[in-house]
């Protein structure tokens, strides 16, 4: 069974991707728009201020469990993003998802498929999935 919302967003791009339709152009525009994501998520930081990082070293204990090991990561962020940032944040996500159903047109792979088949391995693997 198919997602109707993701095939017609996937559709939707195929029609509107006018200009840049070199698998070149795609490419680097899919890493534009991560580096742009990075940059707003950055700026909220730097700029804005409302979220803040404070990292270091992990402390992990030799004998702690699989299990347990979660509770001793951090994701050294501080803090609440404002709703400015949080819409600059997500739209460059949402250029990011633009240009990766690009992608996904030109190499014709369904970016549905792609999900599912990556929730699967998630739902497989679970905690012993380290990326
Ligand atoms: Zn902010």
């Given at each position: 069974?198919?997602?109707?919302?993701?095939?017609?967003?996937?559709?939707?791009?195929?029609?509107?991707?006018?200009?840049?339709?070199?698998?070149?152009?795609?490419?680097?525009?899919?890493?534009?728009?991560?580096?742009?994501?990075?940059r707003?998520t950055v700026k909220a930081v730097t700029g804005c201020g409302c979220l803040s990082i404070?990292?270091?070293?992990?402390?992990?204990?030799?004998?702690?469990?699989?299990?347990?090991?979660?509770?001793?990561?951090?994701?050294?962020?501080?803090?609440?993003?404002?709703?400015?940032c949080?819409?600059?944040?997500?739209?460059?996500?949402?250029?990011?998802?633009?240009?990766?159903?690009?992608?996904?047109?030109?190499?014709?792979?369904?970016?549905?498929?792609?999900?599912?088949?990556?929730?699967?391995?998630?739902?497989?693997?679970?905690?012993?999935?380290?990326?």
């Amino acid at each position: 069974m198919k997602d109707l919302i993701c095939d017609e967003f996937q559709n939707a791009v195929s029609e509107l991707l006018i200009r840049h339709h070199s698998i070149l152009d795609v490419l680097s525009k899919f890493q534009e728009a991560c580096a742009r994501t990075n940059r707003a998520t950055v700026k909220a930081v730097t700029g804005c201020g409302c979220l803040s990082i404070e990292a270091k070293k992990r402390q992990i204990p030799p004998d702690v469990s699989l299990h347990e090991l979660k509770d001793y990561f951090s994701s050294h962020l501080n803090g609440e993003i404002c709703p400015s940032c949080q819409e600059m944040v997500e739209t460059e996500l949402g250029k990011t998802l633009f240009y990766m159903a690009a992608l996904c047109n030109l190499l014709n792979l369904n970016l549905y498929d792609i999900f599912l088949k990556e929730h699967k391995k998630l739902s497989t693997l679970r905690i012993f999935n380290f990326t």
